[in-house]
């Protein structure tokens, strides 16, 4: 880079009066700073404010898993088996919440 008569280099124009080094070593503090409050802060809650519905109608099969603590090829047996019927949207399978709580209830038949 050349410089002028006043001592500044002419090949990047200055647009504001800091060292380009100093401006982006700052912006890196700032930027780790705003990352590091966000890892802080609890994740936000799902809510499911649709008027008129009162719990989740579709869950994903990781949710499933969790609910029932079981592993995903225990859902994939279950599937098998007829005991959970998948519904597929595009490229994701999801389980109705009525499927659900047929699972959850007990057999009144088994003692």
């Not at 002028?4 to 647009?15: C, D, Q, Y």
Request: some cysteine; glycine content about 6%.
């Amino acid at each position: 880079m050349e410089k002028n008569e006043n001592g500044a280099h002419s090949a990047t124009p200055m647009l504001f009066p800091i060292d380009p080094e100093q401006f982006w070593q700052t912006l890196r503090v700032l930027i780790r700073e705003e990352v590091g409050q966000l890892e802080k802060r609890p994740p936000p809650a799902t809510s499911y404010n649709t008027t008129g519905l009162t719990y989740k109608p579709l869950y994903k099969i990781g949710e499933v898993c969790q609910l029932f603590q079981v592993t995903k090829p225990t859902i994939y047996d279950w599937i098998k088996h007829g005991k959970l019927k998948p519904y597929k949207i595009r490229s994701r399978v999801y389980f109705l919440w009525n499927d659900i709580q047929q699972l959850l209830q007990p057999d009144p038949g088994t003692p």
